[in-house]
């Protein structure tokens, strides 16, 4: 009845915990809104609901495994063996066991015997070892199977330094002799004969024609060869912060140890040798102050010393020769000190005088103290004969180790580590404070210091009064002082050596404490070491794993004061008794040194004549296997006469006292001060305690206790511990069954036992931690046992479960407390996980699995150990105690066959399950904080369960009860609230039980109804799901979901649980609706697409339920990826990393290595492909530039629109739900931007996180079955398809590769976060240029990673290096990253080939294949176009001719965009350094031409494109090899001529043509490569050969890019501007013929307003160009966009330059075309950047914030200028150029190209003579030049721009003198004004234009004057009208102007030209002219002086007067000379004067 209640009772919990679940869910579904891929039509379930999985046990009955072919068989279930039971025979350290032999052992100590020896029994899964958990893909493992990738051969490796010349970066190897032998010195030399040259080998069989299918089939056939089977070794290891499911095999349990120090006695030496000495060493800790080891006995003596103790040693036993000892050290501080005893055999007089002769005689003296020493070692040989068994201390010393350690791990001391240190007492003593302070406790490590040899030279005697411990401590932190007391006293002097060096791994000859044979023990004879007990200085936690039971015995003092008689020399003797017989004292005592090994009585040391000696004496003894009532110590006191005196014996009993060992059963420790009894004690002594005063005993001392001594046990028998004695005591009671029983003072009977027990059990939580984490694992078994096997009192059984599970709680925790230290990352105790894994066993189960025989069915064992007593006997009692509720009676008539069935026996993991789930809150607390120490409990105990009981072959249905599944469910449903109820309160908690129940159920996998715990996971989802609706913060929820799933999916056997080879269930409608079938039909199939299909890529229904766990992870990652996600970025890291971990695991997997496996384990991450898909466009954007996103995907829906039937049969919004984007039906545009408007809101995903999602989408890729990718294909629908090609496209870019410079220079410099300008620019513009620009630019771009995408891509730089962050890499690690790196880009880029190859299968018949294969070739030419390996590249060259021998009309007669691409992808590859790229793109480009030739028999676009894009590339790429480039040329022209089909046509000759012309462009080249350091001669080649194809407008479009670019590069925008707009005006003329249409720039015209300099492009007229000529015009550029497209980029330019004027009038051309366009986003951009120009003009309108120029003239004299000589330009530098600056750099750039001493730099202006220069050099002179303007033209010049901008006409001005000076007297001064016209304006489309014109004037010197006064007035005037005011610079214009002046002063002026009228009337004009000039300066200095007083403050006052004072001054001087008349001025008939100072210009008059 209670059992049915009880399981009622389990029922009903998990009956409410499952409908609340539903209750909740449903209510969520019904009320929340839901983005359509959470419940998109497609899928049937939504997203956030977990679908009901399959029965899994069921599925797997309805298909046996024979059903599958050959390998996949193993796929359908687990192997038959996974589950073994191993017994490891337990690692025993000794060669012996170790454990007492003695027949008789009480209960407690058989249990310890058997618990230390029976082997570990491991419940071990076979597979475990290749799940993830276990076998983590760690950066070590990657780099272990990256080994043997063959290197990669890739352009840019073998490219040397990007700008070298060719000449030095030619490779040798692919280089031929022909090419080393041309002569390069000038471009002339470059031009030989294309005829003479080698070609490269030639594709055997290119020519010939081959059906299509075979060719395809072919290049399949080599794409698969030698292809990596693994992609993800590539890639860099899964981020081990994310392995939650890693795990640790716990190490088995091991006895406990330290550091250990070896330390080896080596000799000992005194100055005189007369007697044998004997050495004891220990461990002290002075901080602590504890002795921390036992006590090492070592024995140095020589044989002849030896000898003197014949008498009293027998045959010593090798144990105790030991002279080397291991300390272990636990604790290691700067404390600890290397304590050494010296003792000697016991001799006549106290210490000091037994010492004198010691430190009084020297070893130098030895033949003068010959008597002395005779009569010495006399004596010694009598005491030695006579006292030998006796010992007194002599002296000591300490080491102290901290110094030892640190010194001696100091790597650098001096080489000779085996010299010897003698750190005499004064060197130690100075470096002890410094060493105190310097190192803390953690600074002190025993473990890796280098061995040092010490010899210890200063002993100190030992003093009577002192010999305690404290005294020790004492003295030892003394030591340490720098003024030590020690150091005062007089030594002992010796020499002893020891060897101080860390312990050895496994040493060799080794005791262990309990003098055992530690392995290895070569040889029993060979001297052994000894490894000494440590006593920890504080508590180690650690359980014992070895039968140890020792005894210390320490006497302290003694004190006979009162005692009467002769008792002087005392001495202690120490026995232990078995019983009160003298005969029963036991040899245990442990032998010292050269001794028997074991001795039945040991003494302390004597103090001479002292009646109250103090002890350091240690004595060890062996506790016997049965410790009983009667075992005692006997201690008994002799007084030793030293003296042989007649009728005195020898020693003399004193005293008597004794200690009982046990007392309640307990070993007794602790200190004692004992009372001594003078005479023998009476008999049956040994039961009581001296303290009880026993009638007619005599005392010492009136019964007081007179000697103190303590014991100290080191057992693992004996818990020392009280309730863990009480405990155990009373469990082995129960066990013996022995009543009644005596448990401290109280009799236990039957009735009291139970009472006690729980009392007990109740008290385990107060047991002391060190003892219980001692004795964890008895304390374990006993409980398990008591649960188990209920025990039977009185013949009826207790059931203690409850208490028992409660005890079990309480000691875990203590467990884990005492060591939270040592936890794990998962936060379990190692003791316990040890405990579960190897020591827990069923009780009474004991496999016996020898011979390899099945374990033995176990026999129910029977309750009592009575042998076979029938369990009924105790039923039948009055009553029977429920098993659940020990209150509950049951009257004994109700006992049915099953109550008695549990009551006899339980399962253990029944028992927890149930009183886990009614467990009270306290207990349940403490449970829950430790849960997966029961978890694990309960999964070995079923494990156990079902490998003894042989249930393996029983169907997982029936293996375990249905109540014991009920209370798992209760449980899992229970903690799994806990969880998400604990999430915000302890999330660390939270996080350790969400982990425990899923390696929990994950377990469960192994041994349940999987079907089961499939539910049991989804119900724990379902909570989920509920709390998620009113989480505060639900990524913390989606976090711990996301960790529990991957727990689960690292079972081993995932992918079987996953049922990967059941077909998917067909889809729940058997019979499509015609309506459906209609929406859903596809682009390419005819019939409408496999429902099934699509559901194995779609996480639809079907899928989810049959691929469960794949489903569930799956779904984390589609809901993590949703655009309105919480906590996105982190939750797309770990959903990421998840899949990632998992795939990496596969491809590691022996079990999957076969490609049919590996197919169908891919099947399980279908869906990732669609997923990946529809994320597109938030995924990380590694193709650079925003036009980039869904390039391909609005390519394809354009496309559609056009051909209507394609078009209608797509239902948007089937299109939609397939798309999975909320989106608007019926508008075109929005099927493919769907995803990307949801996007919007989205979070964009980092680069790393993108990067590791498409490596995953590649391994699907790779992996799965080809044919099913193509049905798939054939079921997408358009725009699909499209991203599908836009996803390939991001792969080729994510993975490209970055060159071994790239991860140099990531190591050598930290990125620059600013991108360069060009990168802004091409921001700005990427939308509209081509995959050829692209290109280009990429060749033209060196920032560190080949292209600025990767600026932005540090993360996924750092992400090469997860591991470490550090830099500085080693060459080889940076070598082999650039392996691997090469490996995955080829192997990426492969894989995306293959599936291009499978869609253009697929899409062959279709009817709108002309778009999909469009698309294709962009991302072929795309893979072709970025930096790939030469392996690559012929893959990929081979599928380009494959598409364009199927196509040719993809290429000739759409896209003019493709066909341009591609043959600047092939030319490019054509230059490559390697031979094998160029010998397929030779191929290709031939074959592109022959196939062009056959279409139409006129190939001109083929030769118009080629002839461009090579113009391109030649002005471009700054590293280009014109040499590899004419072998290609050279091949191509060997095809023509070999190529047998078109002998007859006129094919060869046209190819000729071509390849001459190509040629042609080529010298071109090599003289522009002359010229690559010179940029304004570079700038003019390009010019000059942009000129020479006027008649080819299309390259010189492409030449005027390329110059914009190289002008970019050099940072001139105003001049990349202009050639913006001359490309412009040139497609606007062009687009002018085509048509008129109004809102279109007229022609060249339109643009006059940018640049005069436009018209001259319009060149191209009529007579040249017919417009529809095939082959012209035909690049993109010449549309309306192409127009835009170039204007937006010179608006760019202009605004990088400053000139937002011109910003100005470019959109004014631009405005009209976007508004015709109705393109308002454009428009709304446009006004936006008109806005920021006017601004900026605003803002800088002075002009001194943008300075445009400075212009220079620049003349050339000398022959060896070539074209130069003679020539004049005008240069424009950039702003603020000093003259010194452009002299020398010309100076320095034509030095270099001259030579030395050739270059003159001409310093003057004035005009040069050719005869007087030296034919020999080369002169340039530079003038600074400004630009001039007429007077009319000031009028329209009114800005600083318009004054800067469109300048033809410049002035300079050269000052002379009549005499040949430049500068002389002012009547002398004339000047020389020259001004020059240039051919165009400036700026120009380069920065040095010629000067075509140059006119001269001499001004005379009264001219000269008036322009001096009337610049000074002009100054005057500027100064004095500035706003605001700037009082300096007007103080600065006045005191020039008024300034008493030395010379040249307006004052010497005026008394010069004004002093007197000039004789001729022509010069009256000008004298007039002078006195204006003077007048308005007077007045203009008045001006100036009046504002200065509005100015200045009154510190100034007196300065301002001396102004006018001097002002005043100058006024009168003048005023005589101004106020002459002149005579009247000339008649008008004078006009033939040259009017030099009115005219209104120059007249230009030719040169």
């Given at each position: 009845?209670a ?11 998990n009956r ?80 012996e ?37 276990y ?14 990738l ?28 022909s ?67 890693r795990?640790?095999?716990p ?30 060493l ?5 901080r ?17 010393m ?6 009293h ?6 144990s105790?020769l030991?002279?080397?000892a ?11 000190f ?26 130098v ?28 201390p002599?002296?000591w ?9 640190s010194s001696?791990?100091?790597p ?46 200063n002993?100190?005697k ?34 002893l ?8 791994e496994?040493p ?10 530690v ?31 020792l ?28 019983g009160?017989?003298?005969?029963q ?7 010292k ?7 039945r ?36 006191f ?5 003296q ?6 020898l020693?003399?009993?004193?005293g ?5 060992l ?20 009476p ?9 009880v005063?026993l ?23 004996h ?24 448990l ?18 109740a ?17 374990l078994?006993?409980l ?11 013949g ?5 479960g ?55 069915t ?25 098993s659940?509720n ?44 430790h ?18 009981g ?8 029936l293996r375990?009860?249905g ?8 449980l ?29 159920l ?12 499939f539910?049991?996971?989804r ?34 056997h995932?992918v ?16 499509p ?23 194995m ?41 998840a ?27 279908l869906?990732l ?5 529809d ?5 990380h ?16 829906d ?20 397939i798309?999975?984007?909320?989106l ?38 790779k ?11 054939a ?7 499209g991203?599908?090609?836009?996803l ?20 050598s ?9 060009k ?40 992400h ?9 890499k ?18 990426a ?7 291009l ?5 697929t ?8 778009s ?71 191929a ?36 280009f ?13 060997t095809?023509a ?5 078109l ?21 071109d ?72 249409s109004r ?7 339109s ?19 017919s ?27 202009f ?6 004027e011109?910003?100005n ?25 008109l ?41 424009k ?7 010194a ?5 010309l ?33 340039i ?7 001039h303007?007429?007077?009319y ?16 006409t410049f ?43 140059r ?5 005379t ?9 009337q ?29 008493p ?48 007083k ?13 102004l ?14 101004l ?29």
């Open positions: 009845m059992a049915a209640e009880r399981r009622a009772f389990a029922h009903k919990i409410t915990v499952a409908a609340e679940v539903r209750k909740q869910v449903s209510r969520e579904r019904s009320g929340s809104p839901h983005s359509s891929r959470r419940c998109s039509s497609s899928l049937g379930v939504p997203l956030t609901e977990v679908v009901e999985p399959l029965d899994f046990e069921d599925v797997l009955l309805s298909r046996p495994p024979d059903v599958e072919p050959g390998p996949l068989r193993d796929l359908v279930e687990f192997p038959a063996d996974d589950l073994e039971l191993l017994l490891q025979p337990r690692e025993c350290r000794t060669t066991p170790g454990i007492p032999e003695d027949g008789k052992m009480d209960a407690q100590v058989r249990a310890a015997v058997e618990m230390y020896t029976e082997d570990w029994i491991i419940a071990h899964r076979r597979y475990q070892h290749l799940s993830a958990a076998n983590p893909i760690t950066t070590e493992t990657q780099r272990e199977r990256q080994k043997g063959t290197r990669q051969v890739f352009e840019q490796d073998t490219s040397g330094d990007e700008r070298s010349s060719p000449e030095d970066s030619d490779d040798p190897r692919h280089s031929s002799g090419l080393d032998d041309t002569p390069r010195s000038s471009g002339a030399s470059g031009i030989f004969d294309l005829r003479n040259l080698a070609a490269d080998s030639l594709l055997p069989s290119l020519l010939e024609r081959v059906a299509p299918e075979d060719v395809d089939r072919r290049n399949e056939a080599l794409r698969r060869q030698h292809r990596p089977r693994a992609l993800l070794a590539l890639y860099p290891a899964p981020d081990e912060d994310e392995a939650v499911e795990c640790n095999r190490e088995p349990p091991r006895e406990h140890f330290g550091q250990r120090i070896l330390v080896k006695c080596l000799s000992l030496k005194f100055e005189i040798e007369i007697e044998p000495i004997f050495g004891i220990a461990l002290y800790d002075v602590e102050k504890k002795k921390i080891s036992e006590n090492f006995y070592f024995d140095l003596n020589s044989d002849s030896k000898g003197l103790l014949r008498a040693v027998t045959h010593p036993a090798i105790t030991a002279r080397s291991i300390f272990s050290v636990t604790y290691p501080s700067p404390d600890i290397l304590v050494i005893k010296l003792e000697k055999v016991l001799q006549q007089g106290d210490i000091s005088e037994c010492c004198e002769p010691y430190m009084v005689m020297k070893e003296d030895t033949a003068k103290n010959k008597e002395k020493l005779e009569k010495l070692r006399l004596a010694a040989e009598q005491f030695c004969t006579r006292l030998g068994r006796y010992r007194m002599f002296a010393t300490a080491v102290h180790l901290a110094n030892i350690v001696a791990g100091q650098d001391r001096d080489s000779d580590s085996e010299g010897e240190r003698r750190p005499t007492w004064t060197d130690r003593r100075r470096r002890g404070p410094q060493d105190r302070m310097s190192s803390g406790d953690d600074a002190c490590s025993f473990s890796g210091f280098r061995p040092a040899t010490l010899t210890v030279t002993f100190f030992q003093e009577a009064e002192r010999l305690s411990d404290e005294d020790l401590f004492k003295f030892l932190a003394d030591m340490r002082r720098p003024t030590s007391l020690l150091r005062r006293l007089r030594p002992v002097t010796a020499q050596k020891i060897d101080i060096s860390p312990a050895p496994n060799h000859f080794c005791l262990s404490p309990e003098l055992l044979h392995k290895p023990y070569p040889d029993p004879r060979g001297r052994p070491t000894k490894e000494i007990l440590e006593f920890p200085a504080r508590e180690v936690y650690a359980p014992h794993t070895s039968y140890r039971s005894l210390f015995v320490y006497p302290h003092s003694l004190n006979f004061s009162s005692r009467q008689g002769s008792v002087r020399n005392l001495t202690v003797r120490v026995q232990y008794m078995a009160e017989d003298p005969s004292a036991l040899p245990v005592i442990f032998g040194s050269s001794c028997s090994e074991f001795t009585e040991a003494f302390t040391p004597v103090v001479y004549h002292n009646k109250s000696p103090e002890f350091y004496e240690e004595f060890k003894l062996r506790l016997p296997a049965c410790v009983t009532e009667n075992h005692h110590l006997l201690f008994t002799y007084h030793v006469s030293c042989p005196r007649p009728g005195t014996a020693e003399t009993p004193v008597f006292t004794w200690i009982p046990l007392q309640h059963g307990r070993l007794r420790t602790g200190p004692f001060c004992l009372p001594v009894s003078v005479d023998q004690p008999p049956s002594y040994s039961v009581l305690t001296p303290d005063a009638p007619g005993m005599r005392w010492v001392d009136g019964h007081k206790g007179v000697f103190s001594v303590e014991l100290t046990a080191v057992s693992s028998v818990p020392q511990d009280p309730h863990l004695d009480k405990f155990f005591t009373l469990v082995h009671v129960l066990e013996e069954g022995a009543f009644p029983f005596r401290k003072d109280a009799v236990l009977s039957e009735g009291t036992v139970e009472q006690e027990l729980r009392a007990s059990l008290a385990l939580r107060l047991a002391s931690p060190e003892p219980l984490v001692a004795f964890s694992h008895h304390v078994d006993k398990v046992r008591l649960v188990v096997r209920p025990p039977v009192i009185g009826q059984i207790v059931n203690l409850r208490g028992a599970f409660e005890a079990m709680a309480h000691v875990v925790s203590l467990v884990h407390r005492s060591l939270e230290g040592a936890q794990d990352t998962r936060g379990h105790c190692p003791v316990l996980a040890a405990y579960v894994y190897y020591a827990f066993r069923l009780p009474g189960t004991e496999p016996s699995l020898a011979g390899g025989a099945p374990p033995l176990v026999q129910p064992a029977t309750l009592a150990r009575g042998p076979g007593r029938p369990a009924s006997l105790y039923l039948a009692r009055s009553k029977s105690i429920s659940s020990p209150d509950l009676a049951v009257a004994p008539g109700s006992v049915d066959d099953e109550v008695s069935r549990i009551l006899a026996s339980k399962l253990l993991h029944e028992e927890l399950a149930l009183q886990w789930v009614v467990s009270g809150s306290a207990v349940r607390e403490a449970v829950l904080q849960a997966w120490f029961f978890f694990q409990l309960m999964v070995k105990s079923m494990t156990l369960h079902l490998l003894l042989q249930k393996l072959d029983t169907p997982r249905k375990f009860p109540r014991f599944l009920d209370d798992i469910a209760a899992v449903g229970s903690v799994g609230l806990e969880v998400i109820t604990r999430v915000h309160k302890d999330m660390e908690l939270a996080e350790r039980l969400n982990a425990s129940l899923a390696f929990f994950s377990d469960l996998l192994s041994l349940v109804d999987r079907g089961f715990v539910s049991l996971v119900a724990q989802y379902k909570q989920v799901a509920t709390r998620l609706q009113s989480a505060p913060n639900p990524a913390v929820l989606l976090t711990l979901r996301m960790d529990f799933t991957r727990i689960l999916c690292s079972h081993e995932y079987t649980l996953n049922l990967p080879c059941c077909p998917l269930s067909p889809p729940a409608s058997p019979s609706s015609v309506s459906s079938t209609a929406s859903q039909s596809s682009t390419f199939s005819s019939q409408a697409p496999d429902p099934k299909v699509i559901s890529f779609e996480l639809s229904g079907p899928f989810r339920q049959q691929h469960f766990l794949a489903g569930l992870l799956l779904t984390e990652l589609a809901l993590a990826m949703e655009p309105e996600a919480e906590g996105a970025s982190l939750l797309h890291k770990k959903a990421i990393c899949v990632h971990s998992l795939l990496c695991g596969h491809d590691a997997d022996p079990r999957y290595a076969e490609a049919t496996v590996k197919a169908r384990v891919a099947e399980l991450y869906p492909l669609s997923l990946a898909r994320t597109l466009p938030r995924l954007d590694f193709a650079e530039g925003p036009g980039q996103r869904s390039r391909l995907a609005s390519l394809l354009s496309d559609t629109e056009g051909e209507g039937d394609v078009g209608g049969t797509i239902n948007p919004s089937v299109a939609m739900a798309a999975g984007g909320p608007a039906p019926g508008s075109r545009a929005s099927i493919s931007q769907g995803p990307v408007t949801a996007a919007r809101s989205g979070y964009a995903l980092s680069a790393e996180s993108s990067r590791t999602l498409l490596v995953c989408v590649l391994w699907v890729l992996n799965a079955e080809p044919a099913l990718l193509q049905r798939w294909a079921d997408l629908t358009l725009p699909q398809l991203r599908v090609l836009d390939l496209y991001l792969c080729l870019a994510a993975f490209e590769y970055k060159g071994k410079k790239a991860f140099e220079r990531i190591n410099l930290t990125f620059k976060k600013s991108l360069d300008m990168a802004r620019l091409e921001e700005a513009i990427l939308g509209t240029i081509g995959a050829r620009q692209e290109m280009v630019r990429r060749s033209r771009e060196r920032s560190p990673f080949g292209n600025q995408e990767n600026v932005r891509w540090r993360k996924s730089v750092t090469w290096r997860q591991t470490s962050d550090r830099v500085d080693t060459k080889d690690e940076m070598e082999h990253e650039a392996l691997v790196d090469g490996n995955l880009a080829t192997e880029s492969l894989v995306v080939l293959d599936t190859e499978i869609i253009v299968q899409v062959m018949l279709s009817e709108a294949r002309e999909i294969l469009g698309a294709v070739l962009k991302v072929v030419l795309y893979s072709l176009g970025s930096a790939q390996s030469a392996l690559f590249l012929q893959h990929g060259l081979a599928t380009q001719r494959a598409l364009v021998s199927k196509f040719p009309e993809l290429l000739f007669e759409e896209d003019t965009e493709l066909c341009a691409d591609l043959c600047l992808r092939l030319l490019r590859h054509c230059g490559s350094r390697i031979s094998t790229i160029r010998t397929h793109a030779s290709s480009l031939y074959l592109l031409m022959r196939q062009n030739f056959e279409i139409g028999n006129n190939f001109a676009r083929v030769k118009m494109q080629v002839t461009m894009s090579l113009s391109s590339l030649v002005g471009t790429t700054q590293n090899s014109e040499e590899h480039l004419r072998r290609s040329l050279k091949t191509i022209l095809y001529e070999e190529d047998v089909g002998r007859d046509s006129t094919f060869a000759e046209q190819v000729q043509d071509l390849m001459f012309n190509l040629h042609m462009i080529l010298t080249t090599v003289k522009m490569k002359e010229h690559q350091e010179d940029p304004e001669m570079l700038i003019d080649l390009m010019y000059r050969i942009a000129r020479g194809y006027q008649g080819s407008p299309d390259l010189r479009l492409t030449w005027l890019q390329n110059m914009a670019g190289k002008h970019a590069e050099l940072g001139n925008h105003a001049e990349a501007a202009q050639c913006m707009v001359h490309a412009a005006a040139l497609v606007a003329e062009y687009l002018a013929l085509l048509e008129d809102h279109l720039p007229v022609g060249c015209v643009f006059q307003n940018i640049s005069s300099n436009v018209l001259e492009e319009s060149a191209i007229s009529d007579d040249i160009l417009p529809d000529e095939e082959g012209f015009c035909s690049g993109k550029h010449f549309t309306e966009m192409g127009l835009v497209g170039l204007l937006e980029q010179a608006a760019v330019y605004t990088m330059g400053g000139l937002y011109a910003v009038e470019v959109y004014k051309t631009l405005i009209p075309i976007l508004e015709a366009h109705r393109d308002y986003k454009k428009l709304a951009a446009v006004h936006g950047k806005q920021e120009a006017f601004t900026k003009i605003m803002h800088q309108s002075s002009g001194w914030e943008r300075v445009f120029g400075t212009y220079f003239r620049v003349g050339f004299y000398g022959a060896r200028f070539g074209d130069l000589d003679e020539q004049e330009f005008v240069y530098e950039p702003s603020i150029t000093k003259l600056e452009i002299s020398h750099r100076e320095e750039f034509y030095t270099e190209r001259f030579g030395e001493d050739v270059v003159e730099i001409i310093k003057d202006s004035n005009p040069v003579d050719k005869t007087k220069l030296d034919p020999q050099k080369a002169y002179q530079i003038t600074y030049v400004e630009p303007f007429d007077t033209e000031l009028k329209d010049r009114v800005t600083y721009f318009d004054r800067n901008y469109g300048l033809r002035l300079f001005c050269t000052p002379f003198t009549p005499d040949g000076r430049a500068h002389g007297e002012l009547p002398e001064q004339h000047k020389r004004k020259t001004l020059l016209s240039t051919a165009h304006a400036f700026p120009y489309i380069k920065t040095r234009i010629r000067v075509c014109h006119e001269e004037t001499v001004l010197p009264v001219e000269v004057a008036i322009e001096d006064m610049k000074k007035t002009r100054e005057l005037a500027f100064a004095t009208e500035q706003d605001p005011p700037d009082a300096k610079m007007l103080q600065m214009v006045l005191q020039g102007s008024v300034g002046t030395v010379n040249q002063g307006p004052l010497e002026v005026a008394q010069v030209f004004l002093a007197e009228i000039p004789e001729d009337p022509k010069l009256f004009r000008h004298h007039n002219k002078l006195r204006l000039c003077f007048k308005d300066f007077c007045k203009k200095c008045e001006d100036a002086l009046r504002k200065n509005a100015l200045i403050g009154p510190d100034q006052k007196e300065y301002h007067r001396e006018e004072r001097n002002y005043s001054r100058l006024r009168e001087a003048l005023q005589p000379l106020t002459q008349r002149l005579p009247q001025l000339l008649a008008p008939n004078t006009a033939g004067l040259r009017n030099s100072l009115n005219r209104a210009s120059f007249r230009k008059t030719d040169l």
